[in-house]
């Protein structure tokens, strides 16, 4: 069974910057297509950023022109760098593998962004 964990998550002020990472194990992480979602209290799950596994990517436009994705296939690791937080960035952050219908989720880091 594939394994993802996110680390990076932390307590940031506006205007700061946070880089997540999402490692994975016992997988074939390359073949992968990527993604970063975050969930805020109350509201439901939403798509961040993505990329596949060619490299192409893409974002939500809340945080187009802030955040990038990244991917290292050597170190079977995906990062989301985030820059000019704000207060409505603040969720718990997922990062998620799929494949064909293969799906697995990591278990989440907090991201909170305040004075």
């Known amino acids: 069974q594939a394994r993802l964990v996110e680390s990076g998550g932390g307590l940031v002020q506006p205007g700061g910057s946070l880089r997540l990472s999402c490692a994975g194990s016992r997988m074939f992480f390359s073949t992968y297509d990527m993604a970063w979602y975050r969930q805020a209290p109350g509201k439901q799950r939403e798509l961040v950023a993505f990329?596949?596994?060619?490299?192409?990517?893409n974002y939500a436009d809340p945080v187009k022109g802030r955040f990038t994705i990244s991917r290292d296939n050597a170190k079977n690791t995906m990062y989301l760098q985030m820059n000019s937080l704000k207060p409505e960035d603040t969720a718990v952050y997922y990062c998620?593998?799929?494949?064909?219908?293969?799906?697995?989720w990591g278990q989440g880091t907090q991201v909170t962004v305040s004075s």
């Open positions: 998620k593998a799929t494949r064909s219908k293969d799906g697995y």
């Open positions: 990329i596949t596994s060619l490299g192409s990517t």
